[in-house]
């Protein structure tokens, strides 16, 4: 779970917090938990809620996302198909100078399989702007790894 | 595009498989404090959240605000008067009641509509007259509280208080308009004296209303606007923890910062006295741009317990994550955005028909409604461009003072003094005056309220009479 934390945190000493009140919020939840997902499953939500949450608390959290309309196309750009073998302390250094709004969405929508829709619904946003944020993070994360030479531009 | 990934996106994916991080000894010591942290409460509004706490609260308040009004209902019939006038102050032998109150000093006219009230008092007077019969006239509307004093004659004394059965001679003891001695009061006339003084007040102002037989402001309500600069003279280092904010960081610069203030409200003039309050804002914004040079020590909030068992904090120094900055703060200077509601009293002394000289004294509350970087977490206050140097690679923790927890909102409290003059026009009045405050403030919520901050500058200001 500290892994997962430390996706969506910018510093280790910050996930290591969220690790901390995410579990603190699982152990208090436990009575809650209706066996309907499997238990890293629900764990993993509120670890993700708690993360989210700690954005909450940063009183920029209504700038993190440039808003567009709902109905604006995002910018998806082709890709060559060259997969890439990369592991996750390149990728996570790369997170680390991305700008929080994309941060989050790349996580929620790429890593835990979110749609748009549900992450505009969490994060209180637009689908279009969770669709344009998503596209510029994985422009932000491509073009980083050309630069490392990770990956071939 | 939705759930349609593609290979950037398997690559990455595939990247964070089984990606885990070992947890410390220090996480589990930490969730455990926090698992046996009492549930934070939030005073009466947690409590108030409870329905039925709620209502048995409501009951308890309504019982007890019958009970109030049913004990100062009581004890206005039973209290006797207060205050005393001599046999001297009586009305002269020929003198109706109307000049009486004409001559009062109160500046209320005879047969006007506010003197109305007024006239109704001398109805028991005019009845003694008419019976030859010297009567102590209570020309105070206040003393509608008391029974009608009884009839008394010239050189005999009548006590102050039958309880106390004080004798003064040829005194005739009477309640005094407005502010009643609450010297000796027993705690049964206290909420009847302190009515006495809320009545007074208001009998002056409204005797008052529309002049100043001192010269100054004509008394009435007004309702005032005023905006200004003020300059933050920010002196940002550990020890010294004033200026904007941040108590943790060791900074080599100063950062000043300018506050664009504004605030609103209403008030009451009483002759030269003018008492207020209203809402206001503090927007501030650091001024320094440019090339910035910073220290800043990693510091860890460290739980641990104390020997009551309360959870409580260490501020720990990290050296590990510690760094050395340099910047250019232009594109990220810190604003910050406080809601502030003032308090304040102003003497006015007129210096011609034109213009007055106002000194005032304020007290203010403010809470931190925004601010463009976060507040619980010096961190992330990073300079638009940067580059910065890693200190040190391995953990050392040092054991600070500070207990506390972090939290976004924090509160602050200040006290002012303001100077300036005013020019009048027919319905309102404007002025420019010099504003200096001094605040104290919390580093972040539920933290010690250690900061100090002042701030002084000029503001203009306008005043609408009713």
Known sequence: ?153 | MDNRFDHIEDSLRNAFEGFEMPVTDMDWNAIEAGLQKPERRRGIIAWFKDSRKRRWGLLALLLAGSGAAYWLGSAQQSLPAAGKITAQEQPAPGKTPENVIADNGTGVEPNTKESGILRKEFSAAQAAERNNTKVAHNTNPVNNIYPPPKPAERGISIPADPEEGVSEGTTIHEPKPGFGSLKGASLRQWPVLLQNMMLGFLHNWKAAKGKNPDGGPKSGLECYAQAGLLYSPGKLNSSTPSGNWEGTQLLTTAIPAIHFRAEAGAGIQVKNIYLYSGIGADASAQTLAGTEYKVKIATRWIPYQNMQGDTLYHLAVQWKDSVVTIGNRSGNRQTQLWAEIPLGVRHTIRLNNQWDLNTGLQATFGVLASSNRQVANPYLGQPADYWQYKLGKQADYTSATLDASEFLRKFRAGTGVNLGIQYHLPKFDLGVQTTGLYYISQTWKNTPWNQRNIMYGLQLRAGFKF
């Open chain 1, 1 to 153: 779970m500290l892994g997962l934390c430390r996706r969506y945190c910018k510093s280790e000493d910050d996930a290591h917090d969220a690790l901390q009140e995410g579990f603190i919020k699982v152990f208090n939840s436990l009575e809650k938990y209706r066996g309907d997902s499997a238990l890293d499953t629900w764990m993993g939500r509120i670890f993700i809620n708690t993360a989210i949450d700690q954005y909450k608390k940063i009183s920029t959290y209504g700038k993190m996302f440039d808003s567009l309309p709902d109905n604006a196309e995002a910018e998806d750009e082709v890709y060559e198909d060259n997969s890439f073998p990369c592991n996750a302390k390149e990728v996570l250094l790369v997170m680390d100078q991305m700008p929080e709004g994309y941060r989050v969405i790349f996580n929620l929508y790429c890593l835990e399989g979110f749609t748009h829709r549900q992450i505009a619904e969490t994060l209180g946003i637009s689908e279009g702007t969770s669709k344009s944020q998503y596209a510029r993070a994985k422009k932000f994360i491509f073009d980083a790894l050309v630069k490392k030479g990770v990956v071939r531009g």
